[in-house]
């Protein structure tokens, strides 16, 4: 007999694939098997072809709406006949599946968990097939319940009903469990002595008493605290020595709209399966403590997105602190024993974290919401490439720490994996590099870092016995956004940023590049102005103004809160040219402008006085106010003018929020005549924006305007961020074009 066998490619395992289709046989009266390979999903009928076509259309239209199809293959196939239509075990094979980034509960087990009437009333670890954890419980694929960490955890009688049974919504759902076989909280003090009490009534107790507990949940453990409490707002910066990053904080629904404006598609951000981070405007009349963002108009929130978090937040308990549970700029943590001292208490359980990811966060603008990280929710999701490629690791940079892994047209970047060249963040990163390999079967033949020499990544890429290919970091900048539009023609690349090395040594980023995927020449750049002391002075930005100043020959008087012991350091440096770096770096501009606003001498993390200075314009639109001068020559944008225009204002008390302004106004126009004078050369009209700068939203909302009422095609990062955590990305791409 002749059957029809039916393979599929994409993300088909673990999100009620395989249910769908056989009840899809079903209704058709199709008989044969479906099953998971370790290739995707593979399903043999036996029918007519009339029949079978029809199958095929609604699959491919009908499918779960967390199914990705990449590839379907159909061929017919000699076998047996069939009786019935079932549901096999697993095969192992060669080829590489897909593997489904974690859900956030969805709107049916959020009723389960809420009825007293139901099975799983109150259990903190319902799920089903259209959400539960996927990415963070996975140790092998193919995605079946022994290779995962729900493998100890032994199904009861009614859980394995249901899970048999095709029509049920927990068909085959991996990690099914409920309060009589599934894993349990616990609530355990800093000694590790487990408190024999309801754990979340315990929980919400001691938050409300002011106490800071870790919780674990999805992809590692948050410290979590009340954020309208700020005694123990300021305890916890203590602890954790971050004076004034903006924490996230998670918000009951029901009173979302007293602390921040949204619209409709923030709610559905917000209410996606990703469920990520959201940053908005926070309203006036918030009662959320000050210290929960310092001087920042915005807040990052979110929604509860796993059923412990739905446990615990409700209307007398409705805006908790949940950060990420590290050591400053360190991974995640999956144990509490790394948080010991951290946190008071621990919220936690006995299903390990496999895979860790912190939250991902989502920045809305006028144009389109932005990612500023991509992890919990997105990865392990691949990203298409504009190329076919050979099997690559990009190595990555260093901040926002990401790698990629690519193979033919698919490339997988791996969660965000640290701030730091941490002995932690090398151990996470070989590890979750050591997976993904084994995951996706790619065994790399080819290897691309970053031309900074003491990065990490660098000499991990170094030590390795490959063809390696060292790319520029802000050439890989504008080639992570042109893959992410799949663009391979010419395009005009501007990489506006805070550090990256240079071809000649000097430390870039503020550069505007023409060319494609082989050539990216450098076309213009910002001139080169004294960074005494590299890193050191990137953290003190009343140094990096002083240094300006002073090499564009203006009285650096006024500067306020310049040490006189920093003053003689830094004219020392300056006078003997000593451990001084030239830098094109667009975000040292911001540094410098901000400082001489006298907003942070000092930084505590980084883009804190660019972003001091974007929100120091407080509605005051750039596009009304006049720019400050600048001279565009053979291929330097001169910015001394602006830096005296700047002081001049200072000096004669024009309001702050004005010169902000107009400092904004004055790097989009020197951007578009820029632009301009290249298309005007060239004949290209495609406009790519990437780096860090690109985060202030300010600058890239008035820069796509102003662009695209010059008519050029604008592109910039949507679906990967901005900052480095795309770096990789870029690597591989051009890599694999220049090798
Ligand atoms: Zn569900
Ligand atoms: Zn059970
Ligand atoms: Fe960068």
């Known amino acids: 007999m002749r059957m029809t066998e039916i393979k599929i490619n994409g993300i088909v395992q673990g999100i009620g694939f395989r ?56 061929s017919a196939k000699p076998g047996e006949g069939f009786s019935s239509f079932i549901i096999k075990e697993s095969l192992s094979n060669k080829g590489a599946t897909l593997m489904s980034p974690d859900l956030a509960t969805c709107p049916d087990c959020f009723q389960e968990l809420k009825n007293p009437g139901d099975h799983r009333y109150n259990y903190p670890f319902i799920n ?121 904080i998670m918000i009951y629904p029901p009173l979302l ?23 908005l405007p926070q309203k006036k009349t918030s009662v959320i403590s000050p210290l929960v963002a310092p001087d920042n108009p915005y807040l990052g929130i ?18 908790l602190i949940m950060t990420s549970g590290n050591r400053r700029d360190e991974p995640i943590a999956s144990e509490e024993s790394e948080l010991k001292g951290l946190c008071d208490f621990f919220l936690t359980h006995n299903r390990p974290i496999i895979n860790r990811s912190d939250d991902s966060i989502i920045l809305p603008t006028k144009y389109k919401n932005v990612i500023i990280r991509r992890s919990r929710g997105y990865i392990p999701k691949p990203i298409t490439m504009p190329l076919v490629s050979v099997p690559t690791l990009g190595a990555g940079a260093e901040l926002k720490l990401t790698f990629a892994l690519s193979k033919k ?90 550090t990256g090395w240079g071809t000649d040594n000097a430390i870039w980023g503020g550069e505007i590049f023409v060319g494609d995927y082989h050539k990216l020449e450098r076309y213009y750049h910002l001139n080169y102005m004294p960074l005494p002391g590299g890193d050191r002075a990137i953290k003190h930005p009343i140094r990096i103004a002083f240094a300006y100043l002073t090499a564009a020959g203006i009285d650096t008087t006024f500067l306020k809160n310049l040490q006189e012991d920093e003053r003689i350091l830094i004219q020392k440096q300056l006078e003997r040219n000593f451990n001084v770096f030239n830098t094109s770096s667009l975000g040292r501009l911001f540094d410098s402008v901000s400082a001489m ?51 001049a204002d200072i000096k004669n008390k024009v309001d702050q929020r004005i010169i902000a302004s107009r400092f904004h106004r004055t790097v989009v126009d020197f951007t578009v005549e820029a632009v301009n004078n290249i298309r005007k050369s060239t004949n290209i009209s495609k406009v790519v924006l990437s780096g860090g700068v690109m985060q202030n939203r300010l600058i890239l909302e008035e820069l796509i305007r102003e662009l695209r009422k010059n008519n050029f095609t604008v592109f910039f990062p949507t679906i990967i961020p901005a900052n480095d955590g795309s770096i990789a990305l870029g690597q591989v791409v051009l890599a694999n074009k220049r090798i």
């Open 409 to 498: 047209d698919s490339l997988f970047l791996s969660p965000y994996l640290g701030n730091s060249g941490s002995r932690e963040t090398r151990e996470f990163y070989l590890d979750t590099l050591a997976k993904y390999k084994r995951w996706f079967k790619i065994e790399p033949e080819l290897v691309a870092c970053d031309l900074q020499p003491d990065f990490m990544t660098t000499r991990y890429a170094e030590s390795l016995d490959l063809p390696l290919v060292k790319i520029q970091h802000h050439e890989a900048h504008v080639a992570a956004v042109m893959a992410e539009y799949q663009i391979d023609e010419p395009v005009i690349g501007i990489a506006y940023d805070g």
């Open 257 to 279: 709209q007293n602390i921040v404006e949204i619209d409709k598609d923030g709610w559905d951000v917000l209410r996606s399966p990703v469920a990520p981070i959201l940053i």
């Open 19 to 74: 249910p769908f289709i056989y009840r899809l046989a079903l209704e058709l009266d199709l008989k044969g098997y479906v099953l998971n390979s370790s290739s995707g999903v593979e399903i043999v009928v036996d029918g007519s072809r009339d029949v079978i076509n029809t199958f095929i259309n609604k699959i491919r239209s009908d499918h779960p709406a967390a199914a990705i199809i990449n590839d379907m293959s159909v």
């Open 597 to 647: 606003l006298g907003l942070y001498p000092e930084i505590t993390f980084e883009a804190q006085s660019a972003m001091a200075l974007e929100f120091l314009t407080s509605g005051i639109l750039p596009r009304e106010q006049k720019p400050y001068s600048f001279n565009i020559g053979e291929s330097e944008i001169d910015i001394i003018p602006l830096i005296r225009d700047v002081a």
């Open 128 to 248: 089903c097939t259209n959400c539960g954890p996927r990415f963070s419980i996975i140790e092998s694929l193919p995605y079946d319940r022994p290779a995962t960490s729900m493998k100890t955890f032994p199904m009861c009688s009614y859980c394995k009903r249901e899970y048999k049974d095709p029509l049920n919504r927990r068909f085959h759902a991996q990690p099914v469990a409920c309060s009589d076989c599934g894993p349990e909280l616990v609530i355990i003090d800093g000694n590790d002595e487990i408190i024999d009490e309801d754990p979340i009534r315990k929980t919400i107790e001691l938050i409300k008493e002011g106490k800071i507990v870790g919780i674990k949940g999805i992809g590692g453990f948050h410290i979590c605290c009340d954020a309208t409490n700020t005694e123990v707002l300021q305890r916890l910066r203590k602890l954790k020595y971050r004076p004034h990053k903006p924490f996230a």
């Open 302 to 319: 979110f929604l509860p997105y796993a059923p412990v978090h739905h446990l615990l937040l409700s209307s007398s308990l409705p805006y």
